[in-house]
């Protein structure tokens, strides 16, 4: 495993919609889990959602709100964040990350995650 890479961010209204993807680096094995994350300016890092890379079950945090959905395509070793409804509270940098582990306890925590994508930054104007 390495960095994965995002992309899919920018500049969007409010009520609108983006999709973010985040492509793995190297092999994925069954016991990892994809995890997306965001940071606004002067805010601590929170958990948005993860998804296990080979069941794909998925968790979401209070940030997602019924409007986001986080999946991935083991196929093209790629997970994706689509994000509706858009608010300009949404507005932050949105980070993939990559664990080694599918417990749904410990996935919200950034501790877990080896590898961390660059981040795309959403920007949701009013």
């Known amino acids: 495993q390495g960095q994965p890479v995002e992309s899919g961010g920018g500049l969007v209204q409010a009520g609108g919609s983006l999709r973010l993807s985040c492509a793995a680096s190297?092999?994925?094995?069954?016991?990892?889990?994809m995890g997306w994350f965001r940071q606004a300016p002067g805010k601590e890092r929170e958990f948005v959602a993860a998804?296990?890379?080979?069941?794909?079950?998925?968790y979401y945090g209070a940030s997602a709100k019924g409007r986001f959905t986080v999946s991935r395509d083991n196929a093209q070793n790629t997970g994706y964040l689509q994000l509706i409804s858009l608010e300009p509270e949404d507005t932050a940098v949105y980070y993939c990350?990559?664990?080694?582990?599918?417990?749904?306890?410990?996935?919200?925590?950034?501790?877990?995650?080896?590898?961390w994508g660059q981040g795309t930054e959403v920007t949701v104007s009013s």
């Open positions: 998804v296990t890379w080979s069941a794909g079950r998925t």
């Open positions: 190297g092999r994925t094995t069954s016991d990892y889990s």
């Open positions: 990350a990559v664990a080694r582990s599918t417990l749904s306890t410990i996935l919200p925590s950034p501790q877990v995650y080896t590898y």
